[in-house]
């Protein structure tokens, strides 16, 4: 994830109380939040305990001093030491990895989405506290439930913290100028409306390069909204299918309408683009509305943008996955009582709901109470990314998530069979049989 930590950098909202200003919310905010009546699991905290925490660096500072905050609070609470290190994103999965291989580091890390299925050999059981949070809570979003438990099994093997989306973007005016008023939900409406775009010389911009967020994200929705997918149910590559090979020509189709350059994009390239007004339609996380909302050489533009979710084509709902903060408990801590009574507390409404209001919409709820938090209430614009984590769409849909589906999205896999057809380098039937092929080398490693 290189270049995702360089956009957050960016794009940082500043500091804690302008975060805060942003969303509404602060500590007297009364909470709205309905948490029923069940009895938490009682944790014999060991004597002595102390804990170290590994999360990726925030995108907001806001979200770095609650998170710390409620931290220091639990400590104040319960005597156990907490200590929370953050990293850059582009740094957690390999320092995730070390500390599974050596049996060593921190009692608890906060990975990205389908990490705990990585690891889970190495991992302690949150059955307890997942059955817990979800009674009191309303229970746990569909992606939550996903990312959160072994496959085919109720067992929980991670606790998701929320999730961030990334929807449509676009400018109201420009679309309004050439005869729409949102982007059209089928695929023959959307190249309309980029062939006007781009006649109009405001067109759209898609990453079709190596980029993690932003590339991925354009080639899932390609696929998932022509109902093509890298596995079946059962876990079979089934990349290479006439689904796959009506996307990539519609997707041949559809990226000479775009701005020049995007088969090199990376994280950062759209937000460049859209900032500064070459391009009128891509699609971000909150991030970019903020960064223009919260700078007055911008405010404009964002007064005059629009978020709408992924269009559907021939999907039933908007094919839109979210990169899941998702944390993991280790069997190497001395401490696993403590770290389940930790990541309970961090997750109770006392603690959970200023967190999540003062992230601005960046990060959205695993647990379906947490709706009714401040924030979503706070910006018409931020409301879309509420239900980021009532989807059923996740990275290796539709199969069982895995080593080898973290590597096919690590390794680029879809995302450079896009590129390869839009860019003329490969035909859709060649493309995506050298996709079939590399995923399958994956799968062939982790023995299947």
């Known amino acids: 994830m290189r270049n995702d930590i ?9 500091a804690s109380a302008a975060a805060l200003a942003v969303t509404g919310a602060s500590a007297q905010t009364a909470s709205t939040i309905k948490a029923a009546d069940v009895p938490a699991p009682k944790f014999a905290i060991e004597k002595g305990a102390s804990l170290r925490m590994l999360r990726p660096v925030r995108f907001v500072q806001a979200d770095e001093d609650v998170f710390r905050a409620n931290a220091a609070k639990f400590t ?3 005597g156990v030491d907490v200590k929370v290190d953050f990293v850059g994103w582009e740094d957690i999965s390999q320092q995730t990895a070390v500390t599974s291989n050596s049996g060593a580091g921190p009692d608890m890390i906060i990975g990205f989405s389908d990490a705990p299925h990585i690891y889970i050999d190495k991992l302690v059981e949150l059955t307890d506290v997942a059955d817990y949070l979800g ?19 109720n067992a929980w093997i991670g606790l998701p913290f929320g999730a961030t989306a990334g929807p449509l973007i676009y400018r109201k005016s420009v679309l309004q100028s050439v005869g729409f008023d949102k982007v059209p939900e089928d695929h023959a409406g959307i190249l309309d409306l980029c062939r006007k775009l781009q006649k109009a010389g405001k067109p759209a911009g898609f990453a079709l390069g190596n980029a993690k967020g932003d590339g ?44 020049a350059g995007t088969s090199s ?12 007004q070459e391009i009128s339609l891509t699609a971000n996380g909150v991030s970019l509305y903020f960064s223009l909302k919260n700078d007055p050489a911008t405010r404009a533009i964002a007064e005059d943008s629009e978020h709408q979710l992924l269009p559907k084509g021939q999907a039933k709902i908007s094919p839109m996955a979210g990169l899941t903060l998702n944390a993991m408990l280790f069997k190497h801590s001395q401490y696993p009582n403590a770290a389940k009574a930790f990541l309970q507390f961090m997750l109770e409404k006392e603690q959970y709901e200023p967190w999540l209001n003062a992230n601005s919409g960046y990060w959205s709820q695993p647990l379906a109470a947490y709706a009714d938090a401040a924030v979503w209430s706070s910006d018409p614009k931020v409301a879309i990314f509420k239900n980021t984590m009532n989807s059923s769409y996740y990275d290796g849909y539709k199969g069982p998530i895995s080593t080898a589906t973290g590597a096919v999205s690590a390794d680029y896999v879809l995302i450079q069979m896009c590129a390869a057809v839009a860019t003329g380098a490969s035909t859709p ?14 799968f062939r490693r982790q023995g299947r």
């Open 429 to 442: 039937e060649t493309a995506a049989a050298e996709a079939e092929q590399r995923a399958k080398r994956y």
């Open 135 to 153: 009674k009191r809570y309303g229970g746990w979003q569909p992606l939550a439930q996903k990312y959160g438990t072994r496959n085919k099994s």
């Open 76 to 78: 104040k609470e319960t």
């Open 216 to 259: 991925n994200g354009f080639a899932n929705w390609a696929l998932w909204s022509h109902n093509a997918s890298l596995l079946d149910e059962e876990g079979n590559v089934v990349i290479n299918s006439k689904e796959t090979i009506a996307a990539l020509n519609w997707v041949k189709e559809l990226y000479p309408t775009f701005i």
């Open 6 to 14: 360089t956009r957050r950098d960016a794009l940082a909202l500043g």
């Open 265 to 276: 994009w990376n994280d950062v390239s759209n937000n460049r683009a859209y900032s500064s």
